[in-house]
Every structure is written in structure tokens, then in C-alpha cells.
């Protein structure tokens, strides 16, 4: 594989020295390729290709690591829209240049290769724990469960700090979106038994409160034939006895005193529970 291909196939930005001895590129062949503009220097001791992820590209210019809900994010985990990037930089040495940037200078739980430039996911959900308000970082340790990108026995002997212990406690796999677990987690204090993507009649439900209150909530998915598909099984859980609540993302985020309205107005007449002869 030739130098720029080399470095296209390594997500586009790397070492230089990595490159030299992966591709076997002298500094002049790696030189001349920069003076051709076929490849760029992000700062000494990187290199790049023009086309490079611009996150990745600016990592290497300022020497740090893409993590917290910036990394997550990129992970297809829940995403908290956060008009900043986070990194994580190392404590001993200084930024290469300013940045605009939430740092992160908390030491890793794994150590960091020299050579990457994106957090491996320990160390991000360690960050997540101490960044985001409780909902926030539930949500984003829940996904990556639920992607099985780490477990929670992976997990449990690593030295986390309070913040992370509790998410470890406390998080599980059974949401299938942020939403769900965060609606969850706000509806725990209600002390009745709760399933997360139970089956019921042939497909799966969000949640289940006590033994017939379902709460079904839907994000953007839920359109078209989606939307009419649901709608009929929910029709279906009328007919079989259960009680149906379904709201949305903006409801859960601006309105949840309403949501929650709704649904202990649905318990204290008793809809939750199983009243079949």
C-alpha cells in the first residue's frame, strides 16, 4: 500500500512515524508527498491527508484525544447535542495550540497508545460520568451497553471514581434508546415494578408499569408506516386490557411535568394494575 493510501486506510490522520513503518516510507518520500499536497502535516510528528476527518485533523493539530460525548456521539451512543467537542489531553504536557474545546485533564483509566486519536471507551464513559447531569450520562453508558461495546463485569474492576461507580450500579441494558432510559430513571421513584422492551403480543414495548400500563416513546422513527403500525398495536394492547400512554421527545424534554401527570393519573385509578377475571 502506498504512503496516502496507507494513511487514508488509517482514518486519515496518523504518526509519522507509524507511517514510515507500516508503509516502509523514507522522510523524503513522506516529504515529497507533502510538497506535492498529497499529504499535510497537522502538527510535528503527524500526518495527514488532505480529506481527513476535520475532528481528527484538529485532535492531532492541538494534541489531544476526541472523547467525553464527542466520542460517544461518533459511537452512535445517546447524543446530547453539545455545540462543543470535548477532548482529553494529558496532564503533563501543554496544548499545542488554544481550542475551543471542552479539555478534559483527568487522568485515564487505560493508557492512551501515542498514536491514537480517539478514546477508547472506558476512559469515555469515565469522562461521561463526571461531565453530565445523571439522566445525560445514564443514557449514554445504557447505549453503549445496549451496543455491547463493553460490558458491565468489563467494567466493575476498573478504579472509577463515585460518579462512574453509581452509573455502573445503576445502568443496565434494556433501553433501546436514550429516551427510554431516561424516562425510566425519572419514573423509579414510583416504586412499581418496571420493564424495559418487554414482548407483549408479538412485539416489544418500551415500558411496562406494574402489570398493564404501557409507555411507548417515540422518537424520530416513529412516521409514516411506522407511526401506522404502532398505532394498530396499540389497539391491539387496548383489546387485550392494557392501558397505552405514548409521548414524545419534546414532551419528555419540555413538558415532563405533563408526562408525569399522565402517568401517575394512570396509576392512582388503578390502569396499571391486572384486573382480568
Same mark, same amino acid.
Given at each position: 500500500m502506498d504512503l496516502i493510501g496507507r494513511v487514508a486506510a488509517n482514518g486519515g490522520v496518523m504518526r509519522t512515524d507509524a507511517l514510515r513503518s507500516a508503509a516502509g516510507g523514507s522522510r523524503h518520500a513522506i516529504d515529497r508527498a507533502v510538497r506535492a499536497g498529497a499529504l499535510?502535516?497537522?502538527?510535528r510528528g503527524w500526518i495527514a491527508v488532505p480529506y481527513a476527518d476535520p475532528i481528527l485533523f484538529a485532535a492531532a493539530e492541538v494534541g489531544v484525544v476526541v472523547s467525553c460525548v464527542t466520542r460517544a456521539a461518533r459511537l452512535g451512543l445517546w447524543d446530547v447535542h453539545d455545540p462543543h467537542h470535548h477532548v482529553a489531553a494529558d496532564a503533563a504536557r501543554a496544548l499545542r495550540r488554544p481550542t475551543s474545546a471542552r479539555v478534559h485533564w483527568a487522568r485515564p483509566l487505560v493508557p492512551r497508545h501515542p498514536g491514537s486519536l480517539?478514546? $477508547?471507551i472506558e476512559n469515555v464513559l469515565a469522562l461521561v460520568a463526571d461531565c453530565?447531569?445523571?439522566e445525560q450520562a445514564i443514557a449514554i453508558w445504557e447505549s453503549a451497553f445496549r451496543k455491547e461495546l463493553v460490558s458491565p463485569d468489563q467494567l466493575a474492576l476498573l478504579p472509577f471514581g463515585p460518579n462512574a461507580r453509581r452509573m455502573l450500579a445503576d445502568a443496565m441494558p434494556f433501553s433501546d434508546s436514550g429516551l427510554e432510559s431516561i424516562c425510566y430513571h425519572r419514573l423509579l421513584w414510583l416504586n412499581i415494578p418496571m420493564e424495559r422492551q418487554?414482548?407483549?403480543l408479538g412485539r416489544r414495548r418500551d415500558l411496562k408499569i406494574g402489570a398493564r400500563l404501557i409507555v411507548e416513546i417515540d422518537g424520530g422513527h416513529h412516521v409514516d408506516a411506522q407511526r401506522l403500525a404502532d398505532n394498530e398495536h396499540d389497539a391491539q394492547l387496548r383489546l387485550a386490557g392494557y392501558h397505552v400512554i405514548r409521548v $414524545?421527545?419534546?414532551?419528555?424534554f419540555d413538558d415532563w411535568p405533563t408526562v408525569q401527570a399522565?402517568?401517575?393519573g394512570a396509576i392512582a385509578r388503578g390502569l396499571h394494575l391486572d384486573r382480568r377475571p
Open positions: 499535510v502535516r497537522p502538527s480517539e478514546d $477508547g453530565q447531569p445523571y418487554v414482548w407483549i $414524545g421527545y419534546r414532551q419528555i399522565l402517568i401517575t
